[in-house]
């Protein structure tokens, strides 16, 4: 009696497998959102003569690097259909496991930068954990995860900031320039974007975590093990976390356990406005890092412009709302 195996990919959803339709109107998105950006310098420009001045260029870099690292991470969870409210206090606990090492514990620098991206990586692998095993909805594993890393961050580090005065060359992995006139932090954005493209569309856990978010019964069908690569995907998630967390502590030149709340939505944002669907089953890293840019240049100009604080909270939960919005209309296209 001979037996027929039905590969793979003949069993993963269209929308993963097929080049047209959805591939098309989320290359549309990414477009509309560089074109978005392209509007938002030019309004600024014109607004305020000293937007465009290289150190407030720099700055914009600066800020995006924080929350893009973070929503590349993210990217990966919306793709499958997920979210993460942790990455915020996430990557705030991750900044200050980095001043306990290096400054508390004295390890090496190496070390202690290895030690908080892996606080990051432990994070994501306790909501994938509760997620997948548990099955708690991504939306109330998450909740709890970023009032658990608040709580520890305040608990930690007794209420106080962490200098790492005395640590040598801590600051220079965001502030230092390799390339003159790139703060490091950048660089670290966009090699982090590199590999989360690969990642994301060359890899099997991206390819999964496409699958997943397109339809997670017939990938589960198909023969996949859909608890474990959502752990996976959750953890490598984790790992950008901790990164941002290492960048943040190296550009403030200390670890500040109150900071955190608020960067979660930031992320989520950059995510949802570079195409990629709340839904899940669509992610984009290009649209990811330009989203990004996006909050992080509103953000500057309407600081530049003298726009008092809670006025701009309210202009980025517009944009918040606008990049919902969008996705519900393109979810409606696409069905």
């Known amino acids: 009696m001979s037996t027929t195996t039905t590969p793979v990919t003949d069993t993963l959803p269209e929308s993963v497998t097929s080049p047209r339709g959805p591939r098309y109107r989320q290359g549309l998105q990414q477009i509309l959102a560089f074109a978005g950006l392209v509007a938002i310098f030019a309004f600024f420009s014109i607004a305020s003569p000293y937007f465009l001045d290289w150190a407030n260029m720099k700055g914009i870099l600066l800020a995006s690097a924080v929350t893009g690292i973070m929503a590349l ?13 942790s990455v915020g206090t996430g990557m705030t606990l991750c900044s200050v496991m980095t001043g306990v ?6 390890l090496p620098l190496v070390v202690g930068v290895l030690g908080g991206i892996a606080t990051g990586a432990l994070l994501g692998l306790v909501n994938g954990v509760n997620v997948s095993f548990l099955g708690i909805p991504p939306f109330i594993a998450t909740l709890a995860m970023m009032m658990v890393a608040q709580g520890l961050s305040l608990v930690i580090s007794g209420t106080k900031p962490i200098y790492f005065s005395d640590v040598d060359g801590f600051t220079q992995i965001a502030l230092g320039e390799l390339v003159p006139g790139l703060p490091n932090a950048v660089l670290i954005f966009f090699l982090a974007a590199v ?25 589960a069908i198909s023969g996949i093990d859909v608890r474990r690569w959502k752990v996976l995907v959750y953890t490598v998630a984790g790992v950008f976390t901790g990164l941002a967390g290492v960048v943040m ?41 330009i989203g990004a840019l996006i909050m992080a240049t509103l953000t500057n100009g309407l600081r530049i412009m003298s726009i008092p604080q809670e006025w701009q909270k309210v202009a980025v939960g517009i944009v918040i709302l606008l990049a919902v919005f969008t996705d519900i209309l393109r979810r409606g296209k696409d069905a």
């Open 195 to 219: 590999v989360a493209g690969v990642l994301l569309s060359k890899s099997l856990l991206g390819r999964y975590a496409l699958s997943i978010g397109s339809n997670e019964e017939a990938t």
């Open 101 to 106: 090492f290096l400054t508390n514990m004295g």
């Open 249 to 289: 502590a190296s550009r403030l030149n200390s670890a500040q356990p109150g900071l955190g709340l608020g960067y979660e939505l930031e992320a989520i944002a950059a995510v949802v406005i570079g195409g990629t669907s709340l839904r899940g089953g669509k992610g984009t890293v290009l649209g990811t890092v």
């Open 73 to 85: 991470g993210a990217t990966f969870v919306i793709a499958t259909g997920g979210i993460d409210l």
